[in-house]
């Protein structure tokens, strides 16, 4: 068992409370680091993937998990951001420009959608942003001229300074590029849960009424977490754009959108780290399933639509048996050990929500 | 003419949505749970119909195998909400969202697993009949469908209004507590309007399948239905048909009056027009909230 | 000088006239409690206040100032704070982030600088902290700092309600059933509570409360209400004794009798 002491109101502003954390988070992003010459190419290149996820799973826990608003069609503003991404580029903005001018239109996207929905509570917010998926989704056909419609768009290789970090001329390099700008993100996502604006964002979710009575703009504050998030799920659309070459108005459906809700979901809603681990069960899981496959069934046939049909299952699983995903999990057996043999099941109880209507609001 | 064979084919779609979106609305009027799952389970009804029916499969007589996918479909509700729903009592509207998304990826891969993914069309006496007259020509099914809809409609209403059981069920579904206490097993509610849904949901999916063909995917039809659901006012179900009808009125004339791609958002756009400028539906049941 | 003042409130839900031509003016610092039986319209006077609900006539002015045309967030800024009823925290969050909440109104930096989190933020938040650091000591919530409100029990709760409405730094204070619910010695704390509220911190309390005892202990002015009208204004004891309250208390425990 660890007694911490704290000396300074500074001990609660920190990144980590104590030095314990900050090591493994340390020995974490080292190993990190060091991943490219650890492992192959393949799997670097899943690697990459996971984080991009990650990212995307980022922006919209920011939403959900940090401000209680549901979205079911975050992959729209993932296509904005990789569209506006490589339109700029076309128009020869470089790369270091072209990315954050793609977060910052995404999150344009994001205000110009909170703004008349801000009246919208929970279903009917979900409701509101399926539309705007399915919309997306067809407006980029729609906007063929720009989009290149359904034949798509083609993601030029990143060149930055002269160096180029080609999808697979240099694999390492985007990957260490891609791992940078998720910590970026990290810190700063970091730093708005510690600062004021963090904690109106928990004010809105977690009570409206006595948000507004602590003098909370509800409107104001929602069309932010909006803007922030959706420019944060815009910067990974335009990485994906990189990583996937090529990207159509099929590259961000629907399905991708409620994809990312259910990520975060099993990572564990109100943790970054959620956003992470989620973002490790969708890249990891279509592999796990085909090794298992091989591994067990020496001859079966590909059974298509498994890894959606596994997702689903144990995400019902997740949210039946442990609500605050797998990251709470986590927690939960790590107090387990830090407390032993003081621990006690009741520990993490929470007083249940009964029925709160929406019908009366 | 033109436009009199246009409203007649949406009215039959409309009636499908509307079927679905009474399934929504049945069950979040009782537990104020959103069903993500409902288009995935009249895609389910419309497979084990299929399945019952087709030569390659069971080859039964059609009227055989109809009540047999509504008994089983009643079943299939019952048993997730007694087996899911009911364990997640408490927890907050958004996290049963999700569940029963995920209980539409889960019905998705099994159907496909089962029946494949190819396209396939259900045997059904009533399909492909014309009906002439007046120079309209208007298929015994999609007449089938406006006539079992207004039907069930009919029939629900009655039940909600005049059977013991419907009262019970509205009265668990307007304050769980007093119900409660008056005796009423609301848990039980609960999982029998997962029932009757699971029982309108293979109906809609019978009519649909009569109409044209199904794949695992058709479920996703059901985002199309929760927008009516929706239009019309979550909440009501004379809102949920309207809110269909609407819907299904809306597609033919759009695709035939507007460029193709603009009209097949046109349900979507209808959805968001409604939300922005009366959030809660065109029947609303919104009230505010004391402190 | 008068802080607050209802001039001829009147509200109505549909035909239910909820209050009816309320006209009273709470004094700068003085403890103002509302009494009188469930449905009389306290609980919507403070709603008006608020600003949740619209009155249909008549003006409420905080320090001489309509506050009509403000919405409900602009109210704390003016230094009003408020309690709920039926407590309302940010139950996934712990007493200490509650509490910091009500310092929004002393926010002085953008979104982009807290992203950042420049050194200016962090300044910020060390008084942020301090000012909660007093509320958490005047109130004895050291234990409880980094619990989360879902794990505490419901008097704990009561008075971490209470701390994030004084963390504001209020010139108004709106406690709506300071005691509602709680123990006897529970209930005592918050009559010292509030008595040092008034003196120590000089902020003026309007106050809803149904315990006759802690109103009669701490209450410098009592209004008394039935049906959304007024019956009377004045000392406690003057209020106890009025006959009209009398039978408003006794009127409304024959119809509790009869159903």
Known sequence: ????????????????????????????????????????????????????????????????????????????????????????????????????????????????????????????????????????????????????????????????????????????????????????????????????????????????????????????????????????????????????????????????????????????????????????????????????????????????????????????FVILFEPMGLYGRWLKIRSYFELFPFYRRDMFRRQKSYLKTERMR | MDALQLLLSGLSNGCVYGLIAMGFVLIYKASEAINFAQGDMMMLGAFITLGLTNEQYFDLPFWVSVPMAMLLMGAIGYALDALILRKMFGQSQIAVVIVTIALGFVARFVAGAIWGYEPQSLESPIAGLDFRFAGLALGIDELMVIIVTIALTGALYIFFARTKLGVAMQAASQNQMAAFYMGIPVKRMHSLVWALSGVIAAIAGILFASKGSIDPSTGLLGIKAFAAAVIGGLGSLPGALIGGLLVGIVEPFAARYIEGDIARIMPYLLLVLVLVFRPHGILSQVQSKKV | MNLLDLQNVTLRFGGLVAVDNVSFSVKQGEVFSLVGPNGAGKSTIFNMISRFYDPAEGDILFQGQSILKKASHDIPHLGIARTFQNIELFEQASVLQNLLVGRQRHRRSNVLEEILFLPKVRKQEHHHRLAVEHVIDFLDLQPYRDKFISGLPYGIRKVVEMGRALAIGPKLLLLDEPASGLSTEETQDVAFWIEDIKKVMGITVLMVEHDMHLVNSVSDRVLALADGKILTIGTPSEVQNHPDVIKAYIGSDEEDALT
């Not at chain 1, 002269?162 to 985007?174: A, Q």
């Not at chain 1, 049909?309 to 995400?315: D, P, R, S, T, V």
């Open chain 1, 1 to 316: 068992m660890r007694i911490i002491f704290k000396t300074s109101y500074d001990a609660d502003i920190r990144y980590f409370s104590n030095r314990v954390p900050a090591l493994w988070y340390l020995a974490l992003l080292l190993m990190s680091i060091a991943l490219p010459f650890i492992i192959n190419e393949f799997w670097l290149g899943e690697f990459t993937l996971m984080l991009i996820w990650a990212i995307a799973g980022m922006g919209l826990m920011l939403l959900v998990g940090h401000s209680g608003q549901a979205s079911l069609g975050h992959a729209a503003f993932m296509a904005v951001g990789a569209y506006s991404n490589v339109i700029l580029q076309e128009y020869g903005l470089p790369f270091i420009l072209s990315l954050p001018l793609a977060g910052f239109f995404a999150g344009l996207a994001g205000v110009l959608v909170a703004m008349p929905t801000t009246k919208l509570h929970g279903i009917y917010m979900a409701i509101a942003t399926i539309a705007i998926g399915v919309l997306a989704e067809d407006l980029i056909v729609i906007l063929a001229p720009w989009t290149g419609g359904v034949s798509g768009k083609f993601a030029p290789s990143i060149e930055i300074f002269g160096i180029n970090f080609d999808r697979y001329g240099n694999v390492s390099g985007l990957y260490w590029l891609i791992l940078g700008i998720t910590c970026l993100i990290v810190l700063g996502y970091r730093n708005i849960l510690r600062s004021p604006l963090g904690r109106s964002f928990m004010a809105i979710r977690d009570s409206e009424i006595s948000a507004q009575a602590m003098g909370v703009n509800i409107a104001r504050t929602r069309t932010i977490s909006f803007a922030l998030s959706c420019a944060i799920t815009g910067i990974s659309g335009a990485l994906m754009g990189h990583f996937s070459l090529v990207f159509t108005n099929e590259t961000f459906n629907i399905v991708i959108s409620i994809y990312l809700l259910l990520m975060i979901v099993i990572g564990g809603l109100g943790f970054i780290q959620g956003a992470f681990i989620g973002a490790a069960i969708v890249t990891f899981l279509p592999s796990v399933i085909s090794f298992s496959r091989d591994a067990f069934f020496s001859n079966s046939a590909i059974i298509p639509g498994i890894e959606s049909g596994m997702f689903g299952a144990i995400l019902i």
